[in-house]
């Protein structure tokens, strides 16, 4: 999977991670669709690196999405977590 892949599927986990945890974000749509960009790359390599579960090329694998989803929920908790009174 290319990294124009990739940027699809950080997006698509983003939006699902987003669905997962509700409430309001300090970055807004645009900071949570990065978040879930870099999720999905932080979670692929994870579980490729300590995992020992290699990604495979297959936009549809579903490890490969779990991998990503997480990746972007952790990310969005540490962001909240960092960030999260920064509206106020």
Known sequence: MGIIGWIILGLLAGAIAKFLLPGRDPGGLIG????GIAGAFIGGWISARWLEHP???SFYDGATWLAAIGGSLVLLIAYRILFGHSRR
């Open 55 to 57: 990604i495979n090329e």
């Open 32 to 35: 949570t669709t990065l978040i």
